[in-house]
Structure formats: structure tokens, C-alpha cells
């Protein structure tokens, strides 16, 4: 694709700005800030990585591995603000994800451990992990503002802190990963999935690209359920104090 044809296909960019305007529905100045930012975005990430592969240093790999992390744990802590110490949870959340992954990607020699495998596999890792983090934090916040009566009520009964949030953590981690679960049932019938889809497109047997799409699917379902766990029980105990109460400090952020 030359830069010509990539000018075309901002057709596509003119067409929802139309019916924006057509329909007073408001989204122009979004949807012209995100055309643009995905543009210089992706352009410099593409030479970044260009260089990052023909250098092949793990420096370099480490860098980018980084960056994608900061980038997530900025994106997803303004969900979890009202959580005390939620940056650190995120990294720590993002870093041992990554970790386990490529732990066991490259560990069992499933994929090599090249720049041009390990930063494409990581960024759809940390990218997932980020996502699944701010519905999981988006839904326990709320879950923890209005079961708060019963938090409450169950510590006064005695309750520790996991016995009081339990139901609404177990029903934040449900409703976040239901998503990935529920889209990987229909996987092929409802979608062709985006790394398949490119491997075609760029002449890749289709069953060696259906292959590394399932390999990518198993990864994301597991990520999907660890970053909500682990986000989750490193979260919870910063709702109370050392005496077991509960702490409404977040309840006063959040209104």
C-alpha cells in the first residue's frame, strides 16, 4: 500500500463525518481528533518498530514493552482513581501478565524470541489486559458505591473485608471478561479476527494463520481472567482500614 492509496481510504474517515453533520449527532471534533492521532500514532510506531527489528537488541524490546505499559497504566487508572495506590496495581497487574505470557510463549518455544514476534504478541497482550482492566474497575467502583449498606452490614456481623466484598468483586470479574469469552464462541462464524485476517491478506496459508489466531485467543482468555482476579484482590483490601472498617473515601470521589 502506497501513501496514495492510504490518502483514498480517508473516505472512510469523510463518510461518519457526513452523517454526523446530517443527523447533529456531534461526533466530528472526535472523530477527527482520533483520525489524526491514529495517524501520526501508528506512522511513527511502524518506523519505531522498523528500527527496533532491523536492530533485533533486547534493550530495545524491553523499551517498547515499557512504553506499551505506561501507556496502558496511564489510560486505565483514571477508572480506578478513587482506588488508593491503583497505579501501582495496574503495573504490577500489566508486568506480571506480560511476564507469564512470554514466560510461557518462549520458555516452551511456542513463538521465537525475536523482536518481531515478542512486541506484536505483547502489545495485543497489554492492550487486552488494559481494556479488561478499566471495564473491571469501571464496574467494581460501581459495585462498591451501591452495595455499600451491605458491605457495611456484613462487617458489623462480623464479616472480614473479603466476606463483605466478595459478591460485588466476583460480579465485577464475571461482567469483565464475559466480553472476550462470549466473542471467542462465535469466532469465525460472526468474525474473521484481525491477525488471521492480515496473515491472509499477506499470502500466509489460512490454516497456519487460523493457528496463530487461536494461539492469540487462548493468550487473550487468559488475560482477560487474570488481569481481572489479580486486579481485583489487589484492589479490595485498600477499601479498608486496619480495623476492618470500611472506607467511603472513594464513594466521596466517585460523587
Given at each position: 500500500m502506497t501513501y496514495l492509496t492510504l490518502s483514498i481510504t480517508l473516505i472512510f474517515v469523510v463518510i461518519p463525518l457526513l452523517l454526523s453533520k446530517t443527523f447533529n449527532l456531534g461526533l466530528e471534533k472526535d472523530t477527527i481528533i482520533a483520525a489524526i492521532r491514529s495517524i501520526i500514532q501508528l506512522l511513527a510506531v511502524g518506523y519505531v518498530l522498523q528500527f527496533v527489528f532491523d536492530a533485533e537488541h533486547i534493550i530495545y524490546i524491553l523499551l517498547m514493552i515499557a512504553l506499551m505499559i505506561t501507556a496502558a497504566t496511564h489510560n486505565a487508572q483514571r477508572?480506578?482513581?478513587?482506588?488508593?495506590?491503583?497505579?501501582?496495581?495496574?503495573?504490577?497487574?500489566?508486568?506480571?501478565?506480560?511476564?507469564?505470557?512470554?514466560?510461557?510463549?518462549?520458555?516452551?518455544?511456542?513463538?521465537?524470541?525475536?523482536?518481531?514476534?515478542?512486541?506484536?504478541?505483547?502489545?495485543?497482550?497489554?492492550g487486552n489486559s488494559m481494556v479488561l482492566a478499566i471495564l473491571f474497575l469501571n464496574r467494581f467502583t460501581s459495585e462498591i458505591t451501591n452495595q455499600q449498606d451491605e458491605t457495611e452490614l456484613i462487617l458489623s456481623l462480623g464479616g472480614?473485608?473479603?466476606?463483605?466484598?466478595?459478591?460485588?468483586?466476583?460480579?465485577?470479574?464475571?461482567?469483565?471478561t464475559i466480553p472476550t469469552i462470549e466473542s471467542q464462541k462465535t469466532i469465525g462464524l460472526v468474525q474473521?479476527?484481525?491477525?488471521?485476517?492480515?496473515?491472509?491478506i499477506a499470502g500466509a496459508d489460512p490454516v497456519q494463520a487460523v493457528m496463530f489466531q487461536l494461539l492469540i485467543l487462548f493468550l487473550l482468555l487468559t488475560t482477560a481472567v487474570v488481569t481481572s482476579i489479580l486486579l481485583g484482590?489487589?484492589?479490595?483490601?485498600?477499601?479498608?482500614?486496619?480495623?476492618?472498617?470500611?472506607?467511603?473515601?472513594?464513594?466521596?470521589?466517585?460523587n
Open positions: 477508572k480506578g482513581a478513587s482506588i488508593k495506590g491503583i497505579i501501582w496495581k495496574l503495573v504490577v497487574t500489566f508486568i506480571f501478565i506480560e511476564l507469564l505470557t512470554q514466560g510461557i510463549l518462549l520458555g516452551l518455544d511456542i513463538t521465537p524470541a525475536t523482536a518481531q514476534y515478542i512486541i506484536p504478541i505483547s502489545g495485543m497482550v497489554i472480614t473485608p473479603k466476606q463483605a466484598i466478595h459478591r460485588q468483586l466476583v460480579t465485577s470479574i464475571k461482567a469483565s474473521l479476527p484481525g491477525m488471521m485476517s492480515g496473515q491472509i484482590y489487589l484492589s479490595y483490601p485498600t477499601l479498608f482500614n486496619d480495623r476492618m472498617q470500611f472506607l467511603d473515601d472513594h464513594l466521596e470521589a466517585e
